[in-house]
T-cell receptor, first 114, second 115 residues
Framework: AQSVTQLGSHVSVSEGALVLLRCNYS??????LFWYVQYPNQGLQLLLK??????LVKGINGFEAEFKKSETSFHLTKPSAHMSDAAEYFC????????????FGKGTKLSVKP | DTEVTQTPKHLVMGMTNKKSLKCEQH?????MYWYKQKAKKPPELMFV???????INESVPSRFSPECPNSSLLNLHLHALQPEDSALYLC??????????????FGPGTRLTVL
């Protein structure tokens, strides 16, 4: 069955440290892949997306993600965490033959310690 | 204008009330979506409108009634809700919902509490 999994419901890093948030999908055909961020009491903001082409995708706020087909992964990284990065992060997929539905992972809450 | 607006920001209603949530976008997008998000959970798709026609209804109870009066507006009419319907209701839009991938832009949501 097709699914999207985020490993780790809560990740805590120190300010200035590397941020790594994991996302894996389960599908024989790679989906379109997205990362969204949600700050408390706000809607979702798109960080970046992968559809086709270059597998390393750069997004806003210094985030990037790499699509690895062999590992069925789309992990989100940022070299140096900032306090303002503390938020909930959702990986989302859209299966290639679907009608636009985004399927979200369960989310990872990122905490940044001073 | 790259914004999706939602009103009201907060809504408290009793189980016998009728209320409506409103969503608006002026990006020329032809697909609009309603999601429900419970606390500490990901958003769950409720409805998709494509070119002002309802294209997806994810088996949502009839006490939720969507309406798309025009290409910029999306409403969600609420009637006889239950306390478990309390959640953040998110609206989103995209250029279209077809096979061409377009990212969805989300509004800030309406925080609904049902007493």
């Amino acid at each position: 069955a097709q699914s999207v999994t985020q490993l780790g419901s809560h990740v805590s890093v120190s300010e200035g440290a590397l941020v790594l948030l994991r996302c894996n999908y389960s599908s024989s055909v790679p989906p379109y892949l997205f990362w969204y961020v949600q700050y408390p009491n706000q809607g979702l903001q798109l960080l970046l997306k992968y559809t086709t082409g270059a597998t390393l995708v750069k997004g806003i706020n210094g985030f990037e993600a790499e699509f690895k087909k062999s590992e069925t992964s789309f992990h989100l990284t940022k070299p140096s965490a900032h306090m303002s990065d503390a938020a909930e992060y959702f990986c989302a997929v859209r299966w290639r033959r679907s009608q636009g539905n985004l399927i979200f992972g369960k989310g990872t809450k990122l905490s940044v310690k001073p | 204008d790259t914004e999706v607006t939602q009103t009201p920001k907060h809504l408290v209603m009793g189980m016998t009330n009728k209320k409506s949530l409103k969503c608006e976008q002026h990006m020329g997008h032809r697909a609009m979506y309603w999601y429900k998000q419970k606390a500490k959970k990901p958003p769950e798709l409720m409805f998709v409108y494509s070119y002002e026609k309802l294209s997806i209804n994810e088996s949502v109870p009839s006490r939720f009634s969507p309406e798309c009066p025009n290409s910029s507006l999306l409403n969600l009419h609420l009637h006889a809700l239950q306390p478990e319907d309390s959640a953040l209701y998110l609206c989103a839009s995209s250029r279209d919902s077809g096979l061409v991938v377009n990212e969805q832009f989300f509004g800030p949501g309406t925080r609904l509490t049902v007493l």
